[in-house]
């Protein structure tokens, strides 16, 4: 058995106690008990009918049904995932390196990090090379490998004395425009 709905309305004099209560007695309520400080008023609640039950049925299949057929088409899209492989492969983390090569406007000249490099002249540490070794990949095409100076005899001088003092050691000459000697990469 449900138990009844009770509500609490305040008001400030006896006169509004009276309106009201006339309001209520005008909206279906019957008087139970009437004092000068409190009056009780009850109504029935409307029972349930056979045609509360159907449209409660038709309203929550009206919610339900839209609502699964909702799920059913984005459920699988939610379950859709996007993997990352990590793993450790030196050729293939050399070639994305090398996408990594800033470039100038013009694209003519590379910058390692302290100034700009004439690609004919210097590739990038860490640019992946052709099978051949006669061109790397700049990022977006392959373009030639630099030419290579050939050392000569005259550019490296040792001598071996047995006196420790008296012998030389290796010299390396500067490179051509005054900077340090060029890192070679070997492949």
């Given amino acids: 058995m449900p138990k009844d709905r009770i509500d ?3 008001v400030a004099t006896q006169a509004d106690l ?7 007695l005008d909206d279906g309520f ?16 409307k029972p349930l009918k056979f045609i509360d039950f159907v ?8 919610c339900v049904i839209p609502g699964v ?4 088409w984005r459920i699988p899209q939610l379950q859709n995932k996007q993997r990352i492989v990590v793993r450790v492969d030196a050729a293939a983390a050399n070639a994305s390196g090398a996408s990594a090569i800033t470039w100038s406007d013009d694209g003519k000249w590379w910058w390692d990090g302290q100034g700009w490099r004439d690609p004919t002249e210097a590739v990038p540490t860490g640019a992946q090379w052709s099978d051949d070794g006669a061109h790397w990949w700049d990022g977006q095409s392959w373009r030639p490998a630099p030419t290579m100076v050939e050392a000569t005899a005259s550019t490296e001088t040792t001598t071996l004395s ?3 003092s008296t012998a030389t050691s290796p010299t390396v000459s500067a490179h051509p425009n005054g900077d340090q000697p060029e890192h070679v990469v070997d492949q």
Avoid: C, M, N
């Fill in 8 to 10: 609490h309305v305040a």
């Fill in 18 to 24: 009276k309106r009201k209560v006339l309001a209520y």
């Fill in 30 to 45: 019957k008087l139970s008990s009437e004092s000068a400080e409190l009056a009780t008023l009850e109504k029935p609640l």
């Fill in 55 to 62: 449209l409660l049925l038709l309203g929550i299949l009206a």
């Fill in 69 to 72: 057929l909702f799920a059913w």
């Fill in 162 to 164: 047995p006196d420790p």
